[in-house]
């Protein structure tokens, strides 16, 4: 079992930056492959980045790419996705999760998110 816990949510005018955290317990936390997702009101989950379990390999979905970062501490357990040049359409609910298998997934364990609203 691995407990994800996100934070570093919260409002910010469109433009500007935002750096959440994703601190996760239990299992070995380098054994793992790494993901941010996020789901807006009314839509579904999107894959938003992923990183491999040294941080070597990293994966992002297009219209996020050269604007997020996505990196990995694994001597603190965690989980980081910088957001700069945010938009109003990066809104929703964000979340980390960790997969056994591979990059892409299925992811196996999930946090409980952390809002990111993005005012125009």
């Known amino acids: 079992q691995v407990l994800l816990v996100e934070s570093g949510g919260g409002l910010v005018q469109a433009g500007g930056s935002l750096r959440l955290s994703c601190a996760a317990s239990g299992r070995t936390f380098s054994n793992y492959y790494m993901g941010w997702f996020r789901q807006a009101p009314g839509k579904e989950r999107e894959f938003v980045a992923a990183?491999?379990?040294?941080?070597?390999?990293?994966y992002y979905r297009g219209s996020v790419k050269g604007r997020f970062t996505i990196s990995r501490d694994n001597a603190k357990d965690t989980l980081y996705l910088q957001m700069n040049s945010l938009k109003p359409e990066d809104t929703a609910v964000y979340y980390c999760?960790?997969?056994?298998?591979?990059?892409?997934?299925?992811?196996?364990?999930w946090g409980q998110g952390t809002q990111v609203t993005v005012s125009s």
């Open positions: 999760a960790a997969s056994v298998s591979q990059p892409m997934g299925p992811y196996d364990y």
């Open positions: 990183v491999g379990w040294n941080g070597a390999h990293t």
